[in-house]
Structures are given as structure tokens and as C-alpha cells.
């Protein structure tokens, strides 16, 4: 197809057209960002300077998404990657500037969208290990071009295309070991990947968990309801857990359907500091350990506990945040939806001796109101949401439990900025912001911050 070098005004390109974009900035997320007359398409792929030939994938009014197809003239910051990595995107711009540019998110989304100003942002603490540092992996079962089973990750933008992984330079050398076992079995057993187009076939995804301080292993086969010699799996893969997670969703998902344990415990066992964490394989757990302690250390600063107060983690997890703090506190009371995660929490309060800490299974949409009655009102709130932030509600019931103060653990600073401003406009005032870099190589920024009444 011809290369449009740009379009008039009226015409917005279509989906399979090519164009010739060049890259201005990287959007939240990871894209880049290009103008063609002020009509704007992000670009997976495209680094600031980039001169590319992409791709057009959806096109909409105001925008259109694109994919990088060829660089033909490379941005000032571009340098070479170190690995074909699907799940490494940003590992063509130098660490330093990955890190420059994350900061330089934080603060546009603060004053952008949240409209927010007098706080100090401090400078972003980067992370320790620039490559190796995750604790865990999802990867997904495929079929190569000559017909064999392959593992890896999806290729950008492809949601049947698996990229298979030989060296996946976010993994320790050790889980890469434990992915190839797995693999090396399935194919000597003839076992086939799942058909995304057709729903049709068996093995879906494998997730392989590192406890990174205790050395801990565990590996989870996910296939789609069917039979394999389970017991020869567990005798093959050297790991201190195996479990095989059958399921029939549609969708492709790590989260549901029925597990068995195949062999060893059920639990990881990971340390954060001096406490140690027991981790089921449905609960959360920060992919990076290191990294974590560091986004802890920066949450139990700003909660500036004198061992009187009642704290709040709001979405606690395994109980991570909570057991750090309580050492601090006169009580910490957690909240959970996820129930394994729960049981995980008040399993890790014994095993850490900590007996101010008590858990809860709940959604915090709905179970606010109750906590503040029953277990009255805090005085400073931790709060660790999803990627979407807090909704409405959620901040509503925040404001009226009153706490003095607010420390929100962010993985995305467009919701933590619209969060920071409702609670500014109710009468908190946003004292400081710290980036934490927990996942070089790739766009997503941590921060925390902290609010007081
Ligand atoms: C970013 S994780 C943080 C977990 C924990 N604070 C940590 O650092 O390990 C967000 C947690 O919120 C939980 N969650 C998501 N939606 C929730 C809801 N509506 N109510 C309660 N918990 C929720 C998830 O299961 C997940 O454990």
C-alpha cells in the first residue's frame, strides 16, 4: 500500500493505511504522539523525533492508533534494544531519560488534569535493577509459523500473534529455565496451544512466580478443561509450587476458573524487608520486590505515624502496606476484594506477629460506610487502587470518613490526578508527590502521595 506522507484536513485514514508520521512525545501509556494538520494518532512504538512509517489500526474523529512499522529516520534519543521484547517498550530510549520523562508525566497530569499546584514534587527515585527485576510472568502458549508450540507474549498490537520468549530479560535466568522445562514438556507430550480465533485447543498461559528474597519458585499451567499426565508435569518442572488452572472463559485471562495443586505449596513465600509474605496465586503481590520495599518505604514516610493512630489500607492486598505500618500504629484495619488475598493477609499478620492488624473481605464501594461505624474513623488512609483510580463513591466515602491524612499509592497518574483534585476541592491540601521507578523498560509510573486536612 503507498505511504500518505500526510492527509488533507478532511480525510481521516483508514484502518490497514500506512503514513508517514513524525513523533512528537510520548502519551500516558507508552505511545507516541504524531499530528497530521493537528488530527492526532498515536503511535505504538514511535519514540519522540521518530520519522516512522505506521501503520493505521482504528480511526476515529479526533484520533487514530497506529503501529510503527518502520523507522525511517530514528529520533535524537534512539538506541539500539537489547532484546526483542514485546513487554520492553521503552528499552530504545536511555534509562535516564525513560526516567525523565516518567517525571515529566507525573507533574503534566497534576497540573493538567487535576489542576493541581503547590505541592512539591520530588524527583523520581529510580529502580535498582534496570533488567531481571520482575517476580513474575504471564506468558501465552502459541503456535509458531512452522506449526510448532511456542511461548511468549503477545506481539504488539496482535492479539493471536505470540512472540515465543528464549530469553525474557525481565525474568530471572531461572524462571526463563522454568518456562523452557514447561515448554519442552508440552511439546514431548504433543500438547497443542488454545486457538484464539476459535476458542479450540488447550494450553492458554503460564505464569511463573519468583519469591526474589527466599528463592521460591512457583509455576502455573493455565489450558482450557481437558486431560494431560499431571503427575509427570509435577515430577518434571523443579519448582516448589505446580499448580494447573483450568478454565473455559472465553477471553483470555490468569484470573478464575478451578486450580490444583499438582505439587509443593500452594503459597509463594516472598520477604519485603524484615516481614515476610505468604502470596496465593490469585492475590497481588508488586512485580518488582526490590522496587516495592522502596514504594513501602515511601508510604510508611508520608503516613508519619507516632503509634497512636487508626490507619485505614484501603485495596490492602496481601496485607503488604498494612504489616509495614503497624509497627508504627496504634491499629491497622485493611480492606480486600479478592478473598484469597484476605485469608493471605491474616495469615501473614500471624506469621509476622503483628497483632494490631485486622483484614477484611469486601468491596470498598460498598463496605465503607460499615467499616467507619464499626471500626470508627481513621486518621490516616492508605489508599493502593487499580489502574482506574477511585470512583466517585469511593472518594465520597473517603471524605466522610475524615482521615487526616491521605497517602494514595498510585500505578497511574491520569487517575491519581483527577482523586488528588476531588479531595483538594473538599479540603485536603496535596503536599508532595514521589514517582517510584518499579518497571524500567516500560511506561508504567508508580508515585505516591500524600494529602493532609
Ligand atoms: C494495586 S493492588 C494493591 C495491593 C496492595 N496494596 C499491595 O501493594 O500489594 C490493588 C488491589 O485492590 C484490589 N481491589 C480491586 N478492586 C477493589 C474493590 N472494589 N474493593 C476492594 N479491593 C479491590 C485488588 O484485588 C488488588 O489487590
Known amino acids: ?36 494538520d493537528g488530527y492526532v494518532v498515536f503511535v505504538a512504538g514511535g519514540m519522540p523525533g521518530d520519522r516512522v512509517r505506521a501503520e493505521v489500526g482504528k480511526a476515529k474523529r479526533a484520533y487514530a492508533e497506529a503501529r510503527a512499522v518502520e523507522i525511517l529516520e530514528p529520533g535524537p534519543d534512539r538506541i539500539d534494544p537489547v532484546a526483542d521484547h514485546p513487554g520492553a517498550a521503552w528499552q530504545v530510549l536511555p534509562y535516564e531519560r525513560q526516567l525523565e520523562v516518567k517525571q515529566a508525566q507525573v507533574a503534566d497530569a497534576l497540573t493538567r488534569i487535576g489542576k493541581l499546584e503547590g505541592f512539591e514534587l520530588e524527583p523520581i527515585v529510580p529502580a535498582v535493577a534496570q533488567w531481571r527485576y520482575r517476580n ?33 530479560r525481565l525474568a530471572s535466568e531461572r524462571g526463563n529455565e522454568l518456562r523452557e522445562q514447561v515448554l519442552a514438556w508440552c511439546r514431548e507430550q504433543g500438547l497443542g496451544a488454545w486457538d484464539r480465533r476459535t476458542h479450540t485447543g488447550f494450553l492458554r498461559n503460564l505464569v511463573v512466580r519468583e519469591g526474589r528474597a527466599t528463592g521460591q519458585f512457583q509455576v502455573r499451567l493455565i489450558t482450557s478443561p481437558g486431560e494431560m499426565d499431571a503427575e509427570r508435569l509435577a515430577g518434571v518442572v523443579e519448582a516448589d509450587g505446580v499448580l494447573w488452572t483450568q478454565t473455559a472463559s472465553l477471553g483470555e485471562s490468569s484470573a478464575g476458573g478451578s486450580t490444583r495443586l499438582l505439587s509443593g505449596s500452594p503459597q509463594l513465600m516472598d520477604d519485603l524487608g524484615e516481614l515476610r509474605f505468604l502470596i496465593s496465586p490469585e492475590a497481588f503481590f508488586q512485580t518488582n520486590t526490590e522496587m516495592a520495599s522502596v514504594l513501602y518505604g515511601a508510604a510508611t514516610e508520608f503516613a508519619a505515624l507516632r503509634g497512636v493512630e487508626r490507619v485505614y489500607d484501603l485495596y ?12 508504627r500504629a496504634r491499629e491497622v484495619i485493611g480492606v480486600e476484594l479478592v478473598e484469597p488475598a484476605v485469608a493471605d493477609a491474616i495469615e501473614n499478620a500471624r506469621l509476622n506477629e503483628v497483632s494490631n492488624a485486622s483484614f477484611f473481605a469486601g468491596d470498598i464501594r460498598t463496605s465503607m460506610r460499615e467499616l467507619v461505624e464499626e471500626a470508627g474513623k481513621p486518621d490516616v488512609c492508605v489508599i493502593d487502587p487499580p489502574r482506574a483510580g477511585l470512583s466517585a463513591k469511593v472518594v465520597r466515602r473517603i471524605i466522610e470518613a475524615g482521615p487526616e491524612r491521605i497517602v494514595y499509592v498510585s500505578c497511574n497518574p491520569t487517575t491519581l490526578a483527577p482523586n488528588a483534585a476531588q479531595l483538594v476541592e473538599a479540603g485536603w491540601t496535596l503536599k508532595r508527590v514521589r514517582p517510584v521507578d518499579l518497571f524500567p523498560q516500560t511506561p508504567h509510573i508508580e508515585s505516591v502521595a500524600l494529602l493532609e486536612r
Not at 5 to 27: C, F, I, K, M
Not at 142 to 156: I, M, S
Open 1 to 36: 500500500m503507498a505511504s500518505t506522507p500526510s492527509a488533507p484536513r478532511s480525510a481521516r485514514p483508514h484502518r490497514g493505511q500506512e503514513l508517514e508520521l513524525t513523533v512528537d512525545t510520548l502519551a500516558y501509556g507508552g505511545n507516541g504522539v504524531a499530528r497530521m
Open 136 to 168: 513474575k510472568l504471564e506468558y501465552s502458549f502459541g503456535t509458531g509459523e512452522g506449526g510448532e508450540l511456542v511461548c511468549g507474549f503477545h506481539a504488539p498490537g496482535r492479539w493471536n500473534e505470540i512472540v515465543p520468549m528464549t530469553d525474557c
Open 316 to 327: 490492602c492486598g496481601i496485607g503488604t502496606i498494612a504489616l509495614s505500618l503497624a509497627a
